[in-house]
């Protein structure tokens, strides 16, 4: 017998009632009319035993056989008996017992049902989700039992609720009306579901109004979901263009140059993190969960690698000729893909999220905010924290700022402005390679990546203030709600088009951006 199976055993042992399977029981579970054997089930679950968990578990995972008037459960080749458990021979005429997808979908519910009793929370929260549908009353005095049982308030509340749901389908009025009421407290679609499916059937006056009452605050509730999942997504959007955009605020902001090879330096990025993956998972498969450790300082250096080659091959040649620049790495842009495209193929590559990143935070019945997307929040805005500290407060970044401010001048102070421009525009593209080493954790790596973002990151630069890291923070996460308001109101392409069409307004207004520089000028 499986060790999962007997740990259920031994479980179901101590918490549910002790009621011994017959050969009857399992009978009538295993063979007849789909009715006849679902009525069977119902009765079995509502005393269940050890054995009876462990039956109910074989017909769910196809292991039991019929041998004439005897029931067997086969696993591995070996037969038993569900009743004592002794194991015996499987006769050679012996028929497998089949599931209809009616009979397979209580046979879940069921095993579910008796999950209720296990010992772990998590275990318990997964059966009481699988049961949340659940509106048959023969279920009722099993999840009676596992009500006055639950001792977690979080679960026991939403057990409550499934418990509700089963008072609907009842014949007693009052019973109805006091499950109505009380699920008004949901805060999930399945909740609303059930008030909306018993609204259909329901023909007591007094119950349909309690329905309706219940299924107005359900729905005002999930309004704030929809609305909080909104702002959310937003500020996930906003957190990736911002990290796309801080890369273009040193290059374009800082130094002016329209480098359209910036989303080719991300795809760089994302691609020595697939790269990575595949080497923890071909030489540390047990520390796989850490190549995310690894793979930002690679994605950082390969692309201000090739950031810095470009700038001593290309962009050193260019710099105060804006038409050139930009049809150079537009043109430099096209042979990265077309090189990535030749090294790993034109095809989608996956790379996979740490366990540690998997799942999600249910705030709300309707709003799960994902671990991975988090993640990519808090290490967005830790870049921008290490990017300011570094243009801010280190010799570099004063050396930078200067070079941006007034070349001249640093030079004659003994500035090596052309290694500084390496320097920043080095710096530039290695946060590109960390923006795609993100974007690898929310989709599939390509080698056409970067062109779905530089549009969007060049609109957040301008709208901030070219050279502004202030304004590009407000910019980016400002664009990245609006677009997702917009978004569920009108359609992912009336949303870029709106949001397209504020930034060209606002601009018209205000050429400056949100922040603009601050400095004085003298005329003659």
């Given at each position: ?115 209720l009793?296990?010992k ?47 008072l609907?389908g ?13 699920l ?5 679609t ?88 595949g ?8 520390a ?27 962009i ?134 970067g ?45 870029k ?10 601009i ?17």
């Open positions: 017998m499986p060790l999962r199976i007997l740990l259920t055993g031994l479980v179901l042992a101590a918490a549910l009632p002790v009621h011994a399977l017959t050969a009857e029981e399992a009978r009538a579970m295993a063979s007849g009319e789909t009715d006849a054997r679902l009525e069977a089930l119902n009765k079995a679950i509502a005393n269940a035993d050890a054995r009876t968990a462990a039956f109910i578990q074989a017909l769910s995972d196809d292991a039991v056989k019929l041998a004439g008037p005897r029931v067997l459960v086969v696993r591995d080749g070996k037969g038993s008996d569900p009743v004592t458990g002794v194991d015996v021979a499987v006769p050679a005429d012996a028929e497998d017992v089949v599931n209809n997808n009616r009979m397979r979908g209580e046979l879940d519910t069921a095993s579910a049902a008796l999950k009793f296990s772990d929370a998590k275990q318990r929260g997964e059966a009481i989700k699988v049961l949340q549908n659940e509106t048959d009353e023969a279920r009722l005095p099993l999840i009676e039992k596992a009500f006055q049982a639950e001792t977690d308030a979080g679960l026991k509340e939403q057990l409550g609720l499934v418990r509700a749901a089963v609907l009842s014949a007693d009025t009052s019973r109805r009306m006091a499950a109505a009421e009380l008004a407290q949901g805060r999930s399945n909740t609303k579901s059930v008030l909306l499916e018993r609204l259909a059937a329901e023909t007591d006056p007094d119950v349909k109004a309690a329905l309706q009452a219940s299924l107005r605050k359900v729905d005002a509730s999930l309004v704030w979901g929809d609305r909080l999942g909104a702002i959310f997504s937003g500020i996930s959007l906003g957190s990736i263009l911002l990290l796309v955009a801080l890369g273009l605020a040193i290059t374009y902001g800082l130094m002016g140059v329209i480098n359209m090879a910036h989303g080719e330096l991300m795809m760089i990025g994302a691609y020595a993190t697939y790269v990575v993956q080497l923890f998972q071909k030489y540390l498969p047990g796989f969960d850490w190549y995310l450790v690894a793979a930002l300082p690679a994605a950082f250096g390969a692309s201000a690698l090739m950031g810095a080659v470009l700038e001593r091959s290309v050193r040649f260019l710099y105060g000729r804006p038409l050139e620049t930009l049809l150079a790495t537009w043109g430099i842009s096209l042979m990265l893909m077309q090189g990535v495209r030749s090294l790993f193929g034109a095809q989608n590559v996956g790379v996979e999220n740490p366990r540690w990143m998997s799942g999600g935070i249910a705030v709300m019945g309707n709003l799960q905010l994902p671990w991975n997307r988090i993640v990519i929040i808090a290490f967005a805005f830790a870049v921008l924290a290490g990017m300011a500290f570094l243009v801010g407060r280190t010799r570099l970044g004063l050396f930078v700022r200067g070079v941006t401010q007034n070349r001249p001048i640093a030079s004659c102070m003994g500035v090596n402005t052309a290694r500084i421009d390496t320097y920043a525009f080095a710096l530039g593209s290695g946060i590109a390679g960390l923006a795609g080493c993100a974007l690898s954790q929310v989709g599939n790596v390509g080698p056409d990546l062109q779905s973002y530089i549009v969007d990151a060049f609109m957040v630069v301008v709208l901030g203030g070219v050279g502004q890291l202030a304004g590009t923070v407000y910019a980016a996460l400002g664009l990245g709600v609006l677009n997702k308001f917009i978004e569920g109101w009108a359609g992912a392409v009336l949303a088009i709106a949001v397209l069409v504020f930034i060209i307004v606002f018209q207004k205000r050429p400056q951006g949100l922040f603009a520089i601050k400095g004085r000028s003298a005329e003659a």
